[in-house]
């Protein structure tokens, strides 16, 4: 009954570096989400995908790169980081998508990311 | 622009009372409303939804209210606890690309 799993937990990049967080969900749901959770900010859409193949922008997509070659798989890839990415990263997922879509979203834990 | 706005202040409430958050949106029709709490270190977690046509839905210690002519949601917990502290977070969906959220109220039941 895992849900919604993110790795890693936490992460410290140099400025400049890459990688990507993994964020993989067991439901079989067609929409999943990337957000970022800064304070005083709350939450803010960074990427989405509809279904396997299919990746859209959010409201803060620069910097960040997605793609979604499987239904369960949804990797958020930092090109070159930069400090003011240094943020609380959660992937969601929810069944049904599209804009009246009232699904509740499934939230992993969260990746803890500082960049130096 | 759209805006969804949460007491950002704690608010702080004597355990066995009622706790009302508020949710106020503006520039949004949505045909529904979400309600989740986060624990510190975790995920948020999907607690009710509301549907536009929908005056009131209850789940246990639970009420939500949703006034569209108010663009308004309140929130609920009664008879609190302190496990219920907590930060609460209400979301719209203002289009295609998903939910957009308020920053949260921060909850803190005292014993």
């Known amino acids: 009954n895992a849900g919604v799993t993110q790795t890693p937990k936490f992460q410290v990049l140099k400025t400049g570096q890459s990688m990507t967080l993994q964020c993989a969900q067991d439901?079989?749901?067609?929409?999943m989400s990337w957000y970022r959770q800064d304070p005083g900010m709350g939450l803010r859409l960074i990427h989405y995908s509809v279904g396997a193949g299919i990746t859209d922008q959010g409201e803060v997509p620069n910097g960040y790169n997605v793609s979604r070659s499987t239904t369960e798989d949804f990797p958020l890839r930092l090109l070159s980081a930069a400090p003011s990415q240094t943020s609380v990263y959660f992937c969601?997922?929810?069944?049904?998508?599209?804009?009246?879509?009232?699904?509740?979203?499934?939230f992993g834990d969260g990746t803890r990311l500082s960049i130096l | 622009s759209q805006k969804i706005e949460q007491n950002s202040e704690a608010l702080n409430i004597q355990e066995g009372k009622t706790a009302t958050l508020t949710c106020n949106y503006t520039?949004?029709?949505?045909?529904?409303l979400q309600w989740y709490r986060q624990d510190p270190g975790r995920g948020p977690v999907f607690l009710l939804l509301?549907?536009?046509?929908?005056k009131e839905k209850r789940k246990e210690r639970l009420k939500v209210t949703f006034d569209t002519t108010l663009k308004q949601s309140l929130f609920h917990i009664t008879a609190s606890q302190p496990a219920d502290s907590a930060t609460y977070l209400c979301a719209l969906r203002g289009g295609a690309d998903g939910l957009t959220f308020g920053k949260g109220t921060h909850l803190i039941i005292q014993p």
């Open positions: 509301i549907r536009e046509n929908e």
């Open positions: 439901m079989n749901h067609e929409y």
């Open positions: 520039n949004y029709s949505p045909a529904y």
């Open positions: 969601a997922s929810s069944q049904g998508q599209g804009e009246n879509s009232n699904q509740p979203q499934h």
